[in-house]
């Protein structure tokens, strides 16, 4: 099904110039050649028999696919300009669950996600999209800062300064800094600010009242599964420490305590690995852009980076420029 593949390509971060090559490359129709093939017509229009960025952008953006039907979308100027204007998509009337969607609620919104969001990011030489690629500008030029991959392992790869990586140090200074490094201390800073969301109701009101405007829709975020997962590793602990104890006092026979311990405590690993790591996912989720201050001159001075969060912060004006 072509119109899905699309619509997944797009959700694992392939740009709209990517997919229509994906596409052509494998010669499959355009929907207009498609149409007309299945009309047994010749099109009358001229046609290239390929796929463009505005017919894979026409399918990503139309909810037909979801199974809601959007409406009056278009206008015209008045009743003698029948000029066809496209409305804004917040007039547009949707009708949900009109018929069979072609792709799932969740697929769409993961798309739209994408698209919001500062990056598509870019792949490294092993074919992954590293969490936070494509979010980093350099604070003092404002370029956004190139992804360096490093030959042997991701330990050396970092993020450096764009226009001093391309132009070279009469342009701007490094602005080095490693994914592992940065990687942390975003995780750090996004695990306070759910603690500070968490705990302060100020915040917490202000935090949903930004959410409730800008992402009425938006369902299952991270920060609620994030939230979600430490209550069950308390769980699990509080588990944990009863078997030891029926195991103890001798209420569990020692074969069915051990079973037990060892399910817990996998689940609580897995658990664990995924609420300490930071992904792709929620980086995006959460996070509009990252600026790095350069390496001051000396140890003891702190180096500022400065992270930008959806909802909280103010979006980026610029995409190519953070401080345009
Ligand atoms: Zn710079």
């Not at 404002?142 to 764009?162: E, L, M, P």
């Not at 009469?170 to 705990?199: G, M, P, W």
């Amino acid at each position: 099904m072509v119109v899905r593949r699309i619509f997944e390509m797009r959700a694992a971060g392939y740009n709209i110039k990517r997919i229509a090559t994906v596409l052509n490359d494998e010669h499959i129709l355009s929907p207009d050649d498609y149409r007309y093939k299945m009309l047994h017509k010749e099109s009358p229009r001229y046609t290239h028999y390929l796929w463009s960025v505005i017919a894979v952008k026409r399918i990503l953006r139309n909810q037909i696919n979801t199974g809601n039907l959007a409406q009056m979308r278009t206008t015209t100027v008045s009743y003698k300009n029948h000029k066809v204007i496209r409305k804004d998509e917040s007039d547009w009337v949707i009708i949900e669950h009109n018929h069979e969607p072609i792709i799932s609620q969740e697929l769409w919104d993961k798309v739209r996600e994408v698209d919001a969001s500062v990056s598509t990011g870019k792949k490294t030489k092993e074919g992954v999209t590293l969490p936070l690629s494509g979010l980093c500008y350099c604070a003092d030029c404002g370029t956004k800062a190139k992804q360096q991959s490093s030959g042997g392992g991701n330990t050396r790869a970092g993020y450096a300064c764009g226009k001093y990586s391309y132009y070279g140090k009469k342009y701007c200074t490094s602005h080095y800094i490693t994914v592992r490094a940065l990687n942390q201390l975003v995780l750090d800073d996004i695990q306070r600010q759910i603690e500070f969301v968490k705990t302060d109701s100020n915040a917490r009101e202000k935090y949903l009242a930004r959410k409730r405007g800008l992402y009425a829709e938006q369902q299952g975020n991270d920060k609620k599964r994030l939230k979600e997962m430490g209550k069950r590793i308390a769980e699990l602990d509080r588990l944990i420490g009863s078997v030891y104890e029926d195991k103890v006092s001798g209420k569990m026979p020692e074969d069915m305590a051990f079973s037990l311990l060892e399910k817990y405590q996998v689940e609580k690993k897995f658990l664990q690995a995924e609420y300490d790591e930071l992904t792709r996912r929620m980086a995006l989720d959460l996070i509009e852009y990252i600026t790095l201050d350069e390496n001051p001159r000396k140890k003891s001075i702190p180096r500022d980076i400065h992270i930008y969060y959806k909802l909280i912060d103010r979006p980026l004006t610029d995409k190519k420029n953070a401080l345009a």
